[in-house]
């Protein structure tokens, strides 16, 4: 965990050079919460939404698909399809960090069973804790959290 918190420092401070220098960043995937390239700990991001069964499930690597430097898995065929037809509104907020740190200005790693949909926009969760904290006042914290999302990444927040 050492080690992925001075990657995640590190790359802050190149992404903020860079962003200073050349403007928005359209996608820094060496912001994201990933392993090996991989998001959501392997589940499947579309599992989470009304289309996908709304219970988040482990996805399969013989069912993968990589958008734009992140590979997610799938739990079925028809899940993956689904996500190809618009990537941007299944992919995890802040990189798949948890959103209470993020509002909080940290970037924690996330327990993928825990989490919020709110609109069309996946939140999660390190802690039962942060989620009810930020169920609180999803859109001061959603704000608060965009912002810090901005500054980290350089992306502008997934609507």
């Not at 970037?107 to 069973?113: C, G, L, M, V």
């Not at 919020?116 to 006042?137: E, Q, V, Y």
């Given at each position: 965990?050492?080690?992925k918190?001075?990657t995640?420092v590190?790359?802050?401070?190149a992404?903020?050079w860079?962003?200073?220098a050349?403007g928005?960043?359209?996608?820094n995937?060496?912001?994201?919460?990933?392993e090996?390239?991989l998001?959501?700990?392997?589940?499947?991001?579309?599992?989470?939404?009304?289309?996908?069964?709304?219970?988040?499930q482990?996805?399969?690597?013989?069912?993968?698909l990589?958008h734009k430097?992140?590979?997610?898995?799938f739990?079925?065929?028809?899940?993956r399809?689904?996500?190809?037809t618009?990537?941007?509104?299944?992919?995890?907020?802040?990189?798949?960090?948890?959103?209470?740190a993020?509002?909080?200005?940290?970037?924690i790693?996330?327990?993928?069973?825990?989490?919020?949909?709110?609109g069309?926009?996946?939140?999660?969760?390190f802690?039962k804790r942060?989620?009810?904290?930020?169920?609180r006042?999803?859109?001061?914290?959603e704000?608060k959290?965009d912002s810090?999302?901005?500054?980290?990444?350089?992306e502008?927040?997934?609507?």
């Amino acid at each position: 965990m050492k080690f992925k918190k001075w990657t995640s420092v590190i790359s802050f401070f190149a992404l903020l050079w860079s962003t200073l220098a050349f403007g928005q960043v359209d996608r820094n995937s060496a912001a994201y919460n990933l392993e090996a390239g991989l998001a959501l700990k392997g589940y499947d991001p579309v599992s989470y939404f009304a289309e996908g069964g709304s219970l988040p499930q482990k996805g399969k690597s013989s069912l993968s698909l990589e958008h734009k430097g992140v590979t997610y898995f799938f739990a079925s065929n028809d899940n993956r399809e689904v996500f190809k037809t618009i990537p941007e509104r299944y992919e995890p907020t802040y990189g798949g960090f948890c959103a209470w740190a993020m509002a909080n200005g940290s970037a924690i790693d996330i327990i993928p069973e825990i989490f919020t949909i709110n609109g069309n926009r996946l939140h999660l969760f390190f802690s039962k804790r942060a989620k009810r904290n930020f169920d609180r006042d999803v859109t001061k914290y959603e704000g608060k959290a965009d912002s810090n999302w901005k500054s980290l990444s350089g992306e502008s927040p997934r609507l």
